[in-house]
């Protein structure tokens, strides 16, 4: 057989297999923080647990990392309707949203590490680290992933390739979105809230 048909045929197969690889990836990264998050809950009943206090710019970085992802939702959308102008600024957008989000958690530990909650110090800390931690490598590992896509998105803006890759990127930060509001949600006591309000309806 002619082996011009086979390319686009090759390729359409290749790229299902990234879309199901991402899924996989996603299964195996959410069954992880929901592994941490269920320690936390079980942890912070101990005697030696005392509510840390979240730096306020944490509430910055999670608008920051909102933008990122609507900024990737929006490079989608133009990337279906061929607009490659809006598409690359959707991309730059959450790049750069992304990495002032890594830079804001980084302060976010200095102030904390100044204000004396170490690592070693109280359990709450030492979960906030981790979980904070584990979730940056997460965005950093998408950085990654968006320059590669970045990069495609300026050498062949209405290829197929680049469509979806525009849409697995948008995929993986809505999923990184998804799990730092609930671990943001967690570490800020709204968990306690929650379960309190639970305690007083049932009884």
């Not at 990127?169 to 309190?196: I, K, P, R, S």
Request: positive net charge; aromatic residues 10%.
């Amino acid at each position: 057989p002619a082996p011009g048909p086979a390319g686009p045929v090759e390729a359409a197969a290749s790229l299902r297999r990234a879309k199901a690889g991402l899924v996989v990836f996603l299964g195996v990264a959410g069954s992880l923080f929901a592994l941490f998050v269920s320690a936390y809950l079980m942890r912070m009943g101990a005697a030696d647990w005392w509510p840390l206090p979240l730096p306020r710019i944490l509430w910055i970085n999670t608008g920051l990392l909102m933008a990122g992802s609507l900024g990737l939702h929006g490079a989608q959308v133009a990337a279906r309707h061929g607009s490659t102008a809006a598409m690359r600024q959707g991309l730059l957008l959450g790049g750069a949203a992304a990495l002032a989000f890594l830079l804001g958690q980084i302060l976010a530990w200095r102030e904390l590490l100044a204000a004396g909650h170490g690592l070693a110090g109280n359990p709450a800390a030492s979960f906030f680290y981790v979980l904070s931690g584990v979730h940056g490598l997460h965005v950093a590992g998408g950085l990654v992933a968006l320059g590669h896509t970045t990069a495609w998105a300026w050498r062949d803006p209405g290829s197929a390739r680049t469509r979806v890759l525009v849409e697995l990127c948008a995929t993986y930060w809505h999923f990184l979105l998804l799990v730092w509001l609930v671990l943001f949600g967690l570490l800020a006591g709204w968990a306690n809230d929650f379960a309190e309000i639970c305690r007083q309806v049932l009884s």
